[in-house]
């Protein structure tokens, strides 16, 4: 359940003389606090489903699963462990290469030709986007093995 606290300014409420203007809000809960002389304090409170993607969902629900396996837990650990090494590795093999002094050029080169034939092919187009929609999905299917 998420919820906000929002001081408004008094030009924004409707006034009838002293009383002031609080309307029935169907999807939100609103309350009206006693603020400071000049304002109104409103807290919303919304419920419902949260606008998270269901595959980031899954994707937490499928390593909760796994931990809760006692024997799959130690492979967990050794998995997160090679994954922070590999990252560590990679921006040492980064920082490296970026000394040299060609590479760098021709690398970033390739990164802004690669960028242009990939919003050309993949972003333009609204059924070019709906094929890396279609794309991703199966991707992320394979790799959850679902």
């Known amino acids: 359940m ?3 606290i929002s001081t ?9 003389g002293r ?27 919304a419920s419902g489903e949260s606008s998270e993607s269901s595959t980031s969902l899954t994707v937490l629900k499928s390593v909760q699963n796994v931990w809760d396996k006692p024997e799959d837990r130690l492979g967990l650990i050794g998995l997160g462990f090679s994954a922070v090494v590999a990252f ?10 970026d000394k040299l002094p060609i590479i ?6 390739v990164g802004i030709l690669f960028s242009t034939w990939f919003t050309y092919r993949y972003l333009l187009f609204k ?20």
């Open 19 to 45: 009383k002031s203007f609080s309307g029935n809000f169907q999807n939100f809960s609103v309350s009206l606090l006693a603020g400071r002389r000049n304002s109104v304090a409103f807290v919303v409170k």
């Open 104 to 109: 760098p050029i021709s690398l970033e080169l």
């Open 127 to 146: 059924p070019d986007r709906e094929e890396l929609f279609r794309i991703l999905n199966k991707s992320a299917s394979d790799i959850l093995g679902q």
């Open 88 to 97: 560590w590795a990679s921006t040492n093999l980064i920082a490296a290469i």
């Open 2 to 4: 998420a919820s906000m």
């Open 8 to 16: 408004l300014p008094p030009p924004l409420l409707l006034h009838h």
